[in-house]
């Protein structure tokens, strides 16, 4: 099917066989509420698998528990199982105490609004199937007043968000305190999604958590569910912050699983003169644009379309994970058209699934895809998250998704079940991309990361130290709780005035809501609604982050296939106008960085090379976008814009390359930016593989030469507030990074530089200027002063 009859073959470059593995069950727990097992049993589970029960029983006993298994392997059975029986048993204590009051309560937190809400569907079913009377409810942003007022004096469990724990829930806790008094079980979902930044403001907010249920008496334990990960244990310990000791990790998968066959598969080369679409993420980004001699192949998202409009043609039920929201619209629209070409009204069995929709369109998506309504979504990652989409044959990728977590969590959506299933790897012009498929080994042959966070990062600690604080005077016997360092970050926050000190302990004294001092997930405020101009409809949500570069005066805005142009942008307002209009083009904008460094942190000399890593600033203002038609590229245009500056407070990592090194890589005169600018960007793509990181949660700056070094040097940034620790890995890894650099651009064919070495989807500067041989000598040389 995917090879077209051969005629696609040689855009294979590795098939793996996953052998299927039988499942392995176990006899229901004799402490498990009866009238829950008979629901399981009605719904088809008439025995659980044993790592079921081995989680189950730790969490009933009392322990903080993380089962760490593959996509559908039943993990939810494993934390429903003991929270509703502790439920049901505190229910009947009460009864018979004949006080309410004392009921159990649960509260569920996963990463994303849909998967609370498709976990509360599955919760129903099940409280039906038992016909026990267990009161569930979601709970978030979109909750109406009326209906909070009701969960929060009647739910048993209550399912929701981090984000709503942070600005809604522990800052009102006195109106929570029927839940928080009577707390049993805390679930943490997808616990493997908590990580870098983002990771870091929710370990804070869980000690806040169970700093304020301690407070109300109850002690409640800690189940989490996560992908298969390195280390789960010291992850779930470095999250609540107990040791790694007090955590019972499960890791053994008994589930069944059927035969899967993974392609990793490499689009066919273009001709010199042809030029990609680009493949780049909704961070600023301008289009890419290879040497005429460069083996440029196809873009990865015109390859997914092709595939998927052959899977569902086949009757195959896929999901398309793509890099960026305008990927998933891109090839939903791009196989639409295809498979319409071949009947009219096919093209409807496919649509787009993004961040950003309205809630009630990425339900309907989601039942859809359920009922067979939809044979395929075209979907960023939102969809690789545990929401219940059984049944599917085959899963596409688009580009190496950042860490083998995530390909394993996405790939296991592919023969849920058991059923046999599909996964192809298709990769982008890029330097990591081009490397892995090429190396498979390193996929299959190399353990999956751990989850990478750091909680005692001051810039996230210290708003949440405030949060805290507005929520109960802090005393000295909570600073263990919240981590090393906590005591010498009270005292900054006490000589900026955040916080005053007392004798008692640390006070916050403002009339502000503390919980505004931060945001869970780096946004940067509101999200940017965008409004249709003539009706005032709401068509969906951008990151404020992100607004300056996608949803600009002139912008094309894309939606289910749908093209809208924006005729204004209110940052302040955080809103973004905009009118249909067919057209033929999209919009890329063009952008100016600096950076500054704002201290040293660490240094490690090499000759005359100088390693660093320290706090930074970097500057971003989007200057100007260009307009190019589609598909072929050519451009048609474009305008400067006039919007404000964004400051990004993060940590870098830079090595310096004094004249001497410059001279002896034959780069000294005039050719420094070149090559600097093209080791910076190869440098960006393969960090990925060494740092548990994201391509999209770095940055970079290079220059030939920087006020603050005296010197030429290349930074390489967390994208994230405060920093995320993928910098320090940087640093610490340092000659070893930069060789695995050298190896990915001298192992290109190409001869000038093209996206799968040296170019950049994020390049603000048009990928210019580039000089891979120029970056190949600089290499050398550093790595001769510097060989690790």
Known sequence: MLLAGGARGDRVTHVEHLPPRAGLQADWPGWADGELVAGYR??????????????????????????????????????????????????????????????????????????????????????????VSVRAATCDGDTAMSERQWIRDHADVVLTNPDFLHFSLLPGHRRWSRLL?????????????????????????????????????????????????????????????????????????????????????????????AVPVPEEPDAPASPTTPSPTAP???????????????????????????????????????????????????????????????PEERRALEQAIRSGDLRALATTNALELGVDIAGLDAVLIAGWPGTRVSLWQQAGRAGRAGSDGLVALIAREDPLDTYLVHHPEAIFGTPVEATVFDPTNPYVLGPHLCAAAAELPLRAADLELFGPGTAELLGVLVERGALRRRPSGWYWTHAESAVGLTDLRGTGGDPVRVVEQRTGRLLGTVDAAAADSTVHPGAVYVHQGETYVVEDLDLEGSVAVVRPRTVDYGTWSRWLTSIEIRGVRAERPAGPITWGFGPVDVTTQVMSYTKRRLPEMTPVGGETLDLPARTLTTTAVWWTAPLSVLEEAGVADGAAPGALHAAEHASIGMLPLLATCDRWDLGGVSTALHVDTECATVFVYDGHPGGAGFAERGFHLGAGWLRATREAIAGCRCAQGCPACVQSPKCGNGNEPLDKAGALRLLDVVLTHDPG
């Open 42 to 131: 009605r719904l088809g589970v008439e025995r659980p698998w044993q790592h079921q029960v081995v989680a189950s029983d730790a969490a009933w006993s009392g322990r903080h528990t993380v089962i760490a298994t593959s996509t559908g392997s039943g993990k939810s059975l494993a934390f429903w199982l003991p929270a509703l029986t502790a439920v049901r048993a505190a229910e009947l204590q009460a009864t018979g105490a004949g006080d309410v009051s004392r009921r159990g309560s649960v509260l569920y937190l996963a990463p994303t609004k849909a998967l609370a809400a498709d976990q509360l569907a599955g919760l129903e079913r099940l409280l039906g199937a038992a016909e």
């Open 296 to 358: 440029t192949h196809r873009t990865a998202t015109a390859e997914m379309a092709d595939l998927l409009t052959d899977l569902t043609l086949a009757g195959a039920r896929t999901l398309a994970f793509t890099r960026s929201r305008r990927g998933a619209e891109s090839v939903a629209a791009a196989t639409r058209d295809h498979l319409d070409r071949v009947r009219r009204g096919l093209g409807s069995q496919v649509a787009a699934y993004r961040g950003g929709y309205l």
């Open 181 to 273: 008094r009577s707390l049993r079980y805390v679930v943490l979902d997808e616990s493997h999604a908590f990580r870098g930044v983002f990771g870091a403001h929710v370990a804070a907010v869980l000690r806040r958590l169970r700093r304020l249920a301690a407070s109300y008496g109850s002690a409640p334990v800690v189940v989490l569910a996560s992908a298969t990960t390195s280390d789960p244990a010291a992850s779930a310990a470095r999250l609540l912050g107990v040791p790694a000791e007090e955590v019972v990790a499960v890791t053994e998968d008994t589930a069944p699983q059927g035969r899967k066959t993974f392609v990793l598969w490499q689009p066919p080369e273009l001709p010199g003169e």
